[in-house]
């Protein structure tokens, strides 16, 4: 039986900068009941019949995105907002409401975030998610904020996250929760480069721990998914955890690991192709001390990224070695597929997506099309299926799979 942790939020009111009437935890505490048989299996996927709020979790539950909302108790000994809740070992993102205003269930052409599930189980609206998003673009204070004793650390030129992170448990329930031997913890970085445009961007480094310039590393690049930055697989997704406890446990080789921003072009995929080729990946050879070789170098991605990876696999096949495709397909009928590369019978590609994922569909960009179209076209590839839907739940177990399982293999 998992263990449940007593998690207790708090929240200053003088740390906001305005009247406070009430305030609310949002986060992703949201769970469901899997009928994933098999992680190799592309069948067996289900629609979800529910999602469980905290107070309905049975053991053998896992997580799902979507967003929780509960109003906080004004603690009158300790001048805070307060709330407990019980959740099992996990990485979840999370946020304070401030004067939270509900309404009907949001439909139509509103984002499904707008949509939240109250502590009842019911669905509602959530009117200061517009008022949110419309001011964290512009760099003003919203509604709906980060934790301020909890500020995510993102020191990066183009990354920006709108959680901040709550850690519950350690590394002996997920790969992705920090090592506990943190002498053995790599570190992360944020560093500048110039790009295909000639402006000035961000990469994120992950080195692995004891790193030494007298030693050669392998690399993997990691391309986050539709409206992210470098910044969301360290953050949202503990990927330097995920390196860290494969490296401790030698499921893997050391290596560096890089992330970049492919939302600044707005996913032309051979903008972005060029941009890994030209600028990332020769500017990394340059800086660090790794292999300059093909299959010492590894691509993935998830979602839009997921679609990146595929393009760059299709196109530009001789770059890497090591493909991994989360939750996006590029299928016939899609602009740029092709599969005439004889090299992709040379190079290993993993694809898949969560049980619940809305990649797992018939559309041209769905995985289910693009596997089929591997098969007819007798390219090898393996899959790899997880637990959740298409959501930070998802990516990080198909992460740890590719890196333990695929790549260097």
């Known amino acids: 039986m998992k263990e449940l942790f007593d998690v207790k939020f708090a929240f200053d009111p003088n740390d906001y900068d305005g009247e406070v009437k009430s305030v609310a935890v949002r986060g992703e505490f949201l769970f469901y009941k899997s009928n994933l048989t098999g992680h190799t299996d592309e069948t067996g996927m289900v629609d979800c019949d529910r999602?469980?709020?905290?107070?309905?979790?049975?053991?053998?539950?896992?997580?799902?995105?979507?967003?929780?909302?509960?109003?906080?108790?004004?603690?009158?000994?300790?001048?805070?907002?307060?709330?407990?809740?019980?959740?099992?070992?996990?990485?979840?993102?999370?946020?304070?409401?401030?004067?939270?205003?509900?309404?009907?269930?949001?439909?139509?052409?509103?984002?499904?975030?707008?949509?939240?599930?109250?502590?009842?189980?019911?669905?509602?609206?959530?009117?200061n998610i517009k008022e949110h998003f419309a001011k964290i673009g512009a760099g003003q204070k919203g509604s709906i904020i980060?934790?301020?004793?909890?500020?995510?650390?993102?020191?990066?030129?183009?990354?920006?996250?709108?959680?901040s992170q709550l850690i519950v448990g350690d590394s002996t329930d997920h790969s992705w929760l920090p090592i506990k031997d943190q002498q053995k913890a790599g570190?992360?970085?944020?560093?500048?480069?110039?790009?295909?445009?000639?402006?000035?961007?961000?990469?994120?480094v992950y080195l692995p721990a004891n790193y030494s310039r007298d030693k050669i590393y392998r690399t993997i690049y990691v391309s986050h998914?539709?409206?992210?930055n470098e910044a969301d697989w360290f953050h949202q997704g503990g990927i330097a955890n995920i390196m860290d406890n494969l490296i401790a446990e030698d499921k893997m080789e050391d290596a560096i690991l890089v992330t970049m921003n492919n939302s600044v072009?707005?996913?032309?995929?051979?903008?972005?192709?060029?941009?890994?080729?030209?600028?990332?990946?020769?500017?990394?050879?340059?800086?660090?001390?790794?292999?300059?070789?093909?299959?010492?170098?590894?691509?993935c991605g998830l979602s839009m990224g997921s679609m990146t990876t595929l393009f760059i696999y299709m196109h530009h096949a001789s770059v890497f070695d090591y493909y991994g495709a989360f939750s996006g397909g590029m299928a016939p009928?899609?602009?740029?597929?092709?599969?005439?590369?004889?090299?992709?019978?040379?190079?290993?590609?993993?694809?898949?997506?969560?049980?619940?994922?809305?990649?797992?569909?018939?559309?041209?960009?769905?995985?289910?099309?693009?596997?089929?179209?591997?098969?007819?076209?007798?390219?090898?590839?393996?899959?790899?299926?997880?637990?959740?839907?298409?959501?930070?739940?998802?990516?990080?177990?198909?992460?740890e799979y590719f890196a333990a399982e695929v790549l260097w293999k």
């Open 265 to 299: 072009y707005k996913w032309d995929f051979e903008m972005i192709s060029q941009n890994i080729i030209q600028c990332v990946v020769p500017f990394i050879e340059k800086l660090f001390p790794v292999y300059t070789i093909p299959d010492k170098r590894a691509f």
């Open 333 to 399: 009928g899609h602009a740029g597929y092709t599969l005439d590369d004889p090299h992709l019978k040379n190079v290993k590609l993993l694809i898949g997506c969560g049980e619940e994922d809305m990649a797992y569909n018939e559309r041209e960009i769905g995985v289910p099309p693009t596997i089929r179209a591997l098969k007819e076209n007798n390219i090898p590839f393996q899959t790899y299926f997880s637990t959740a839907s298409h959501d930070w739940f998802c990516w990080p177990q198909m992460f």
């Open 187 to 204: 570190t992360v970085s944020y560093i500048s480069y110039k790009d295909i445009n000639g402006d000035t961007r961000s990469l994120g």
């Open 146 to 163: 980060h934790d301020p004793k909890n500020l995510p650390n993102i020191p990066t030129i183009t990354g920006t996250q709108h959680n």
């Open 225 to 228: 998914g539709g409206g992210g």
């Open 51 to 127: 999602k469980y709020t905290c107070y309905e979790y049975e053991d053998g539950m896992d997580n799902i995105g979507g967003v929780y909302v509960e109003e906080m108790t004004w603690n009158e000994d300790t001048k805070r907002y307060e709330l407990t809740l019980k959740l099992p070992a996990g990485l979840y993102p999370y946020s304070f409401v401030i004067d939270p205003e509900y309404c009907e269930k949001y439909e139509g052409h509103e984002s499904i975030y707008c949509n939240v599930y109250t502590k009842d189980g019911e669905v509602k609206g959530l009117r």
